[in-house]
């Protein structure tokens, strides 16, 4: 019996996740998931913080930053690369 051949768009429909989406930190772009309703996700792996609309039922998009959180990421991350400047 021949192997049957899926179409691109075929083989594309099966890697879709739904209800996922990828963090936005360049450096990061785990996947994320938030429950219904929901309006804001953190990231586990960088502690980043997302904004989500709900476009319809399980189908999350991210709006944006949480600032306050953001901002307390850039300014750890700037103490730290102060604190290694001056120890050089």
């Known amino acids: 019996m021949a192997e049957e051949k899926l179409s ?4 594309v429909a099966q890697t879709r996740t739904y209800g996922q989406f990828r963090c936005l930190n360049p450096s990061c772009t785990s996947r994320l998931s938030a429950q219904p309703g929901q309006a ?13 609309a709900w476009v ?14 953001s901002e307390r990421l850039a300014d750890e991350a700037m103490a730290k690369k102060m604190a290694e400047k001056e120890g050089k």
């Not at 804001?40 to 904004?51: D, H, L, N, Y």
């Open 8 to 11: 691109t768009q075929e083989a």
């Open 40 to 52: 804001t996700v953190k990231c586990a792996k960088c502690g980043s913080e997302w904004r989500i």
């Open 56 to 69: 319809k039922a399980g189908f999350p998009r991210v709006r944006g930053p949480v600032w306050e959180t």
